[in-house]
């Protein structure tokens, strides 16, 4: 038993938002995106070294990509890498890992993270997290990380607060999933919104106890399962289990139902990297507002990203808020806030071959 935390780091996308450059076979997670030598998985398990030893980390991941784990992060054993047999969104995976953890120490708290968020001031990030893992230590709390918006983002889901209702943990009242710009606006002007990070504090009795309440149909399933955690059968209770799970988010099954959920406001500097409209904002720019990476050269072009990996020349003239991707096999050419079509894009590019996904 450990008294710092277990951290589960989410690692099963797909990446879409970031095609051609993230495709199926190692999606963004496992890529190098910000340039800086390591991947976006080994940036997020760098972080949090700072609270944990590497045994009390756990991966979970869809089963396709559990060598790409093993192969970025060999500090961790097999037993800490937890294969999903399918994709069913946040609440499943999350409370495997709260299962399984539970079933190594039962007083343990769990801080779950993305593996593709990029968070910048770590020591203010640090301070929010250690007021909510003071939080987490009232029974029965479940508790998240909220960023003060500095503009009406459409992209981001949103979280009420009560005012007034704590010192450093307050009620949640409302969880508003990513809302049109007008709404997104209105949120900015009432001053009680802050962004959902999608990071969670809690202990894992207190998973366990939300999710029998919420969600008892999967709390079910784990535990009848219990006996197979740390056994040869529990990738094939997994396989079975999964077969019996909806889709679901942990936002929508648990923390919108909840009347135990608290919110820590956080001031650091973070981005989920969701797109790569997103990734634009966060990289260095030129004069001209533009990214570049590759052999580029650029005419009359403002406000764009310029990707190539191919050392193939890329010449732009007269683009404005433009994104220009070569990668591998395929060459992208679309508006740079576009990614509401890359579900199309991705979908369509399949048809010609996998090899294009």
Known sequence: MHNKPYIVIMAGGIGSRFWPYSRRKRPKQFLDILGTGRTLLQMTYD?????????QFFVITYRKYVDLVKEQLPELQ??????????????????YAGYKIHSI?????????????????????????????????EPGRLV?????????????????????????????????????????????????????????IWKCASLIQ???????????????????????????FITKAYLQFKNISVDYGLMEKSSDVYVILGDFLWSDLGSWQSLHEVREQDEDENVIEGNVMLYGTKKSYIKSDSGKLIVVEGLENYLVSDTDNVLLICPLDGEKRFRQFVSNARKKGEDYV
């Not at 972080?47 to 045994?55: D, G, H, I, T, Y």
């Not at 009420?160 to 002007?189: C, H, R």
């Open 105 to 137: 120490d039962p007083n343990a708290t769990m801080i779950i993270t993305p593996s593709d968020h990029l968070i910048q001031q770590e020591n203010k990030f640090f301070k929010s997290i250690k007021k909510a893992l003071a939080a987490a230590n």
């Open 144 to 200: 998240t990380l909220g960023i003060k918006p500095n503009r009406p983002e459409t992209g981001y889901g949103y979280i009420q607060y009560v005012e007034g209702s704590g010192k450093d943990a307050l009620k949640v009242k409302t969880f508003t999933e990513k809302p049109n710009i007008k709404l997104a606006k209105a949120f900015i002007d009432s001053g009680d919104f802050v962004w959902n990070s999608g990071i969670f």
């Open 78 to 95: 097999d037993y800490q890498i937890l294969s999903e047999p399918n994709r069913k969104n946040t609440a499943p995976c999350i409370a």
């Open 210 to 236: 939300a999710m029998e309440k919420h969600m008892p149909d999967l709390a079910e399933v784990f535990q009848e399962g219990e006996e197979h955690f740390g056994s040869e059968g529990e990738a094939d």
């Open 47 to 55: 972080r949090f070294r700072q609270l944990a030893s590497p045994e």
